[in-house]
């Protein structure tokens, strides 16, 4: 805009001093009553050349601001304005030139705030996202993909998926997503350092407004727990059914060879309805664990606390066992700081008592020992069960509070228990906010360490 003003300026400016000098020049040599005249022009030239500049200032100055203004818009600087002041059209264009920028500038920040909220729900999102160009670049992926597969988003976007992705499953998903255009689901199982992943894979397609194919969207569903769930519930189904199977097979096997003359023999007869009993026992206290485990897992299930001291529980539980430990020969020994209060339902906490310790009792050897240690910390009543019996192994320390789960299932069911009670007692301390771990070593022992709150 300026080049376009000043050069035919300047050149008429030339133009018109040139023609005065010239013109001068000769009217000097005709006569010189004309230098007034000529003096008079150039009087004029000059008044002309101030009008000019003055025209010049008025008008096409506002205007080269005015462009520049908009050079910084097309720059994408929309906190630019125009501040000079100016009348008429030029005044009017500028007033349009800074709403047009301020309204940029509301676009440009609702924007920002709408991909920063985009960003936020992809991020925390709990399944991976990754997004695919038409040609299978990865333009995008999310924090949950991260922790899936590891590594950093820069060492994934701008790579095509093939090269920084390596799972056939991946690739078929990816693959016939693009060939069919339509939704392709499919699982697989990731490593993830020593654990191992169950992954379900979505691909969809993604289409502009003509509906050309113009890439892809995979999620990434972690349905690791969903699968140990699953497999729980396979578990439990079989465990449940084996251990009612056994006693009733017993129950109905020896009421047969009863029905089948075995009555009339008295010594056969006392000992069939002894085995008939304990059978019957045995599915009895299966049935009241299976029920006593319901209600604790049930969101409606509530607590009867009350405040009692541990000397009292102790009183009530451990003469009975002292009986189990003896008939073992086993050292039952307790330790405990006299007085300690804890509010808790008495009931329950009986059973963590009794649980434990009968555990203890049954996988120790016999001449072993086992001790029971009950002391206060600053926020908890710590209750700590440690035993010389077999041990666990490590890898089965995880599962044993798992329904029916057995480190040893023919030692197990020699014991007479359901295999019910560590999930009880784990149930009944996370009810009472509290936790419990185990330690243990094989051939030397195993320690129960339950924490319960004060407050």
């Known amino acids: 805009m300026r080049s376009l003003f000043y050069k035919p300026l300047i050149s008429y400016i030339i ?3 040139l023609l005065v000098i010239v013109t001068g020049c000769v009217l000097s040599l005709i006569t010189t009553e004309y230098i007034i005249l000529f003096s008079i022009l150039f009087v004029e030239f000059i008044i002309l050349v101030l009008i000019m500049l003055h025209v010049f200032d008025k ?6 601001i005015a462009t520049k203004t908009v050079d910084e818009l097309v720059k994408g600087n929309y906190r630019a304005r125009i501040h000079h002041p100016a009348v008429g059209s030029v005044g009017e264009l500028n007033r349009k030139i800074n709403i047009l920028a301020r309204n940029l500038s509301e676009l440009s920040i609702q924007e920002q705030m709408q991909e920063k909220q985009l960003t936020t729900v992809i991020d925390n999102t709990q399944s991976g996202l990754v997004l695919l160009d038409e040609k299978g670049y990865i333009h995008l992926v999310n924090r949950k993909f991260i922790s899936i597969f590891g590594n950093t988003a820069k060492d994934y976007i701008g790579y095509l998926y093939y090269d920084v992705l390596n799972n056939e499953q991946i690739h078929r998903t990816v693959q016939q997503t693009f060939l069919y255009e339509e939704n392709v ?15 379900e894979i979505v691909g969809a397609p993604i289409f ?30 079989a465990n449940v059914s084996h251990e009612l199977k056994t006693p009733i097979t017993s ?24 085995i008939i009993y304990e059978e019957s026992n045995r599915l009895q206290l299966l049935i009241e664990d299976l029920l006593t485990l319901s209600r604790l897992e049930k969101d409606e299930f509530r607590l009867n606390v009350s405040e009692i001291t541990i000397d009292e529980v102790l009183s009530d539980i451990m003469p009975l066992m002292k009986h189990q430990a003896d008939k073992k020969h086993i050292h039952l020994t307790v330790s405990q ?23 203890a009792i049954s996988y120790t050897p016999e ?25 666990i192994p490590e890898d089965a320390i995880p599962r044993i509070f798992e329904r029916f789960y057995r480190v040893d299932k023919a030692r197990s069911r020699n014991t007479g228990g359901t295999g019910l009670g560590l999930a009880i007692v784990k149930h009944i301390i996370e009810v009472h906010n509290g936790t419990i771990t185990v330690e243990s070593e094989l051939n030397k022992g195993t320690a129960f360490h339950v924490y319960f709150p004060k407050h």
């Open 15 to 17: 133009g018109i001093f």
């Open 59 to 64: 008008y096409m100055n506002p205007v080269k």
């Open 185 to 199: 689901k499919e699982s697989f199982t990731q490593l993830i350092g020593l654990d191992k992943k169950y992954i």
């Open 208 to 237: 502009n407004e003509r509906k050309i194919l113009k890439g892809a969207v995979l999620v990434f569903y972690d349905i690791t727990e969903l699968k140990k769930l699953e497999i729980m519930r396979k578990d439990f189904v």
């Open 251 to 274: 129950i109905k096997g020896f009421a047969e060879t009863l029905l089948d003359g075995a009555m009339h023999d008295e010594r056969a007869n006392e000992r069939f309805l002894k």
């Open 337 to 359: 700081e006299p007085g300690l209060m804890i509010k808790a339902d008495v009931e329950r906490l009986k059973q963590v008592f009794i649980n434990i310790l009968a555990n």
């Open 367 to 391: 001449n072993g020992e086992v001790t029971l240690l009950v002391k206060e910390t600053d926020d908890y009543i710590q209750l700590s069960v440690e035993d010389t019996g077999i041990g």
